[in-house]
Nanobody
Framework: QVQLVESGGGLVQAGGSLSLSCAAA????????MGWFRQAPGKEREFVAT????????DYADSVKGRFTISRDNAKNTVYLQMNSLEPEDTAVYSC????????????????????WGQGTQVTVSS
């Protein structure tokens, strides 16, 4: 079973940047589609970005398109989320997720599409 651990969260001023990492333990990580989600206080968890098993396909929520970039390094069993031009509205707990139910999966957008989740990392953007 894959286990996921996020890192890289923190406090940043509006307009700044942060890079999140999601390290996976498990020898078949490279076969799985991955995603990033976020949950702000009092709100439901929402989709942020998704990447296919080989990194060939990516997609983003409209709210982050053009500012965030998802990538992966299968040799390092790690998925990244580069966040630029951060806004106070980006404040949330960010979690990565894996869809281990499908080998060589594509892009997925719903919470229920993923079955393995990390514990999350806090991102706070001050105005």
């Amino acid at each position: 079973q894959v286990q996921l651990v996020e890192s890289g969260g923190g406090l940043v001023q509006a307009g700044g940047s942060l890079s999140l990492s999601c390290a996976a333990a498990g020898r078949t990580f490279s076969s799985y589609a991955m995603g990033w989600f976020r949950q702000a206080p009092g709100k439901e968890r929402e989709f942020v970005a998704t990447i296919s098993w080989n990194g060939g396909s990516t997609d983003y929520a409209d709210s982050v398109k053009g500012r965030f970039t998802i990538s992966r390094d299968n040799a390092k069993n790690t998925v990244y989320l580069q966040m630029n031009s951060l806004e106070p509205e980006d404040t949330a707990v960010y979690s990565c997720a894996a869809r281990t139910l499908t080998i060589w999966g594509g892009t997925y957008y719903r919470n229920n599409d993923y079955n393995v989740w990390g514990q999350g990392t806090q991102v706070t953007v001050s105005s």
